[in-house]
């Protein structure tokens, strides 16, 4: 890709385009598990802060730390033109994890609440989850639905978001980093104390959580 810083990680190579030199630039941070795109984000420049912008990863490669390192190259980013990387205010199940884990581990904050309840639920109810079963588990849940996506949610421990008079909505409508982080290693990981099947102990993929269980 022209124009486009490539990093490798593992098997996977991601490239990380345009540079937020100036308000309202933008960009975007691409995946690729050999020619397969299998992640995806995009950025925008806004005031004093680097915001995340719909950020998604292709079911096969879920719970691999790959959104993770998505996130990790525009920290790195920010840091560098000294901005505050910032989530979107809209967001699905995994986004809103992903933020409240980093919260959890003092590395983020709420910066803006959702005192209004504003519906900011990026997607209709479950819908990224049932979309996740269906193509990941055809054969043992054939067409999801509420019930099943609902207790697949349970087990993925994903936060749900409250019902408002106007939508869905999640209590904080932005997220920032804080600034300290710049000065401490940029590493956003470890903020799933548990995988479901376990982690890789060997090869490319060595410390990352198993998408399936071993057989």
């Not at 269906?134 to 949610?153: F, L, Q, S, T």
């Amino acid at each position: 890709m022209r124009d486009c810083k490539q990093t490798r990680r593992g098997r996977v190579r991601f490239y990380t385009c345009g540079q937020p030199d100036e308000m309202g630039a933008d960009g975007n941070v691409r995946a690729y598990l050999g020619s397969k795109e299998i992640g995806s984000l995009k950025w925008r420049r806004g005031s004093r802060k680097l915001i995340v912008e719909n950020i998604k990863v292709n079911p096969g490669g879920q719970r691999e730390g790959i959104g993770t390192a998505m996130y990790e190259l525009v920290l790195q980013m920010a840091c560098d033109y000294k901005l505050q990387m910032a989530s979107g205010t809209e967001r699905s199940v995994f986004g809103e994890s992903f933020w409240k884990k980093q919260v959890n581990k003092k590395r983020a904050r709420c910066a803006i609440s959702n005192s209004d309840k504003s519906p900011n639920y990026w997607g209709g109810p479950l819908n990224d989850l049932e979309e996740r079963i269906a193509i990941e588990n055809p054969n043992e849940y054939g067409e999801p639905d509420y019930d099943r996506a609902a207790k697949e949610m349970k087990k993925l421990e994903v936060p749900k978001p409250r019902r408002g008079s106007e939508g869905f909505y999640w209590p904080c409508r932005q997220y920032v980093v804080k600034k300290g982080q710049c000065r401490q290693d940029g590493s956003l990981k470890g903020v799933r104390s548990k995988c479901r099947y376990g982690r890789y102990t060997r090869g490319p993929r060595k410390g990352l959580c198993r998408t399936r269980p071993r057989r």
